[in-house]
């Protein structure tokens, strides 16, 4: 079964956004031989729209024609304030009525919020717009994540978050495995692997898959029979990968993803260790420190203390 996303294109829409929603999916379709999704262009009217660049894009069928999707993804990007206007919104209400789910794309949750259809939602946000969102509209909860995902309602905050949007839901709808290949043709994110305290995961793409999970899933851990169900795996099957790929059982693997983690937010933030703890799993401080110190050699607060330089040298 496939699913079907209707684009709402508006006057000085996003190329860049566009191009980050629909090609991962072109991918996915792709990748797997099959037609995984299928998506319209709507405009507002009948006629071309142009996008901020200049780029003209035909829509198949006005707002009013939409018969239903499962996704309905409103895209504005410059001048959204313009789309506030009260007829506008009653098109978008009577729209949304005949779709499983809405997304707002760039400043797109801006205008769903307007109309109405955010309230008791988390949502985000372009970040230039998020004291805006967060001032004239109280009934959402705006937050400043990259993408959020609360049940029926999808958003991001522009247009490299709208690529890791749509990896995300390709994840969620196909597993990770897929969302990972997508990725790398477009070379999005890291290189394949996950660093280096962990050689030899790249050339093993269900480990891959398994370390992305892991990576995703920091602050509240999956077990290993999760990830196992997840890639369609047996537990054991997923050990004899990672040990095979990574040297490493999957508890190991998970383990160093999260001091990675860790030492990356002792090393780039002002968290303080117990924040830290929090962030990778631990609810004992004291149990993350034991286990920071024994891969890295010292504590976080010694990692993150000052060099001494010696004088003359």
């Not at 890639?231 to 040297?247: I, K």
């Not at 002002?270 to 962030?279: D, F, K, Q």
């Amino acid at each position: 079964m496939h699913r079907q996303i209707a684009v709402l294109l508006f006057p000085q829409f996003s190329n860049l956004c566009l191009a980050n929603m629909v090609e991962p999916l072109r991918a996915a379709n792709t990748l797997s031989r099959k037609t995984l999704y299928q998506w319209h262009f709507i405009g507002l009217d009948a006629g071309p729209v142009l996008s901020s660049s200049g780029l003209p894009v035909t829509p198949e069928m006005a707002l009013s024609d939409l018969v239903r999707a499962d996704y309905l993804c409103v895209m504005p990007s410059y001048g959204h304030r313009e789309f506030l206007r009260a007829p506008i919104l009653r098109r978008l209400r009577a729209a949304a009525g005949r779709c499983a789910a809405l997304v707002g794309l760039d400043t797109g949750s801006l205008v769903l919020a307007a109309a109405g259809l955010m309230d008791g939602y988390r949502a985000t946000s372009h970040w230039d717009v998020l004291t805006e969102f967060e001032e004239s509209y109280p009934e959402v909860t705006v937050v400043q994540d990259r993408f959020v995902i609360d049940r029926d309602r999808l958003s991001c905050g522009g247009a490299t978050t709208t690529m890791e949007l749509m990896l995300e839901l390709i994840a969620r709808h196909h597993g990770p495995m897929l969302s990972l290949d997508v990725g790398a043709l477009f070379m999005h994110g890291e290189r394949p692997g996950v660093g280096p305290l962990l050689p030899g995961v790249a050339g093993d793409r269900v480990v891959r898959a398994a370390a992305a999970l892991m990576r995703r899933h920091l602050e509240h851990p999956l077990s290993i029979p999760e990830i196992a169900r997840h890639l369609g795996l047996s537990q054991r099957g997923l050990e004899q990968r990672c040990q095979t790929a990574a040297g490493q059982s999957p508890q190991g693997l998970y383990a160093l993803i999260r001091m990675a983690e860790a030492q990356r937010l002792v090393q780039d933030t002002p968290l303080s260790v117990a924040e830290i703890a929090g962030r990778v799993g631990y609810a004992d401080a004291s149990a993350m420190t034991r286990n920071f110190r024994r891969t890295f050699g010292l504590s976080p607060r010694a990692m993150r203390a000052p060099a001494v330089i010696t004088p003359g040298r």
